[in-house]
């Protein structure tokens, strides 16, 4: 799995012209599932987002959870991250998880987020989403396992 995780001001989803979800502030993760990748996986991916701490503290250091500083998580599911475009300049997106396994451990790891105590709201998978999103920082964090 791979996490692209985003410090945010603010972030809204739409689809189709209507809003879905929106977080005041928080992180903006989005999430590719990789072919094989486990139940364990996604288990592990959630628990290192809710305990990453890159928010500031009053010293200004980044310290914080997105827990600690009662923000939100907008959970956005991109097949995309595991584009591999090492040959020619069209993206192939073999490694990627096929769609139904990939939307259960997308669950999952919303799932567990919550089960962690974040507030957690979604995109809808597989959807064409158009997402807004005001950057803090900007603090960008890739993690993959």
């Keep these: 799995m791979k996490a692209v995780i985003q410090r945010v001001k603010r972030t809204a989803l739409y689809v189709d012209g209507k809003l879905i979800s929106e977080i005041p502030f928080g992180l903006a993760v989005f999430l590719g599932v990789k072919a094989g990748d486990s139940e364990l996986a996604a288990q592990s991916v959630a628990k290192k987002i809710s305990k990453l701490r890159i928010f500031e503290?009053?010293?200004?250091?980044?310290?914080?959870?997105?827990?600690?500083?009662k923000g939100e998580i907008l959970l956005i599911s991109q097949f995309t991250l595991y584009g591999d475009c090492s040959h020619g300049n069209r993206p192939s997106f073999t490694l990627?998880?096929?769609?139904?396994?990939?939307?259960?451990?997308?669950?999952?790891?919303?799932?567990?987020?919550?089960?962690?105590g974040c507030v957690v709201k979604t995109g809808v998978f597989g959807a064409d989403m158009k997402i807004e999103q005001f950057n803090d920082g900007p603090v960008t964090i890739i993690y993959e396992i």
Excluded: C, F, H, I
């Design 57 to 69: 503290d009053g010293t200004g250091k980044m310290n914080l959870s997105v827990a600690d500083v």
């Design 96 to 116: 990627a998880e096929q769609p139904e396994r990939a939307n259960k451990l997308y669950e999952l790891t919303a799932q567990t987020l919550r089960g962690l």
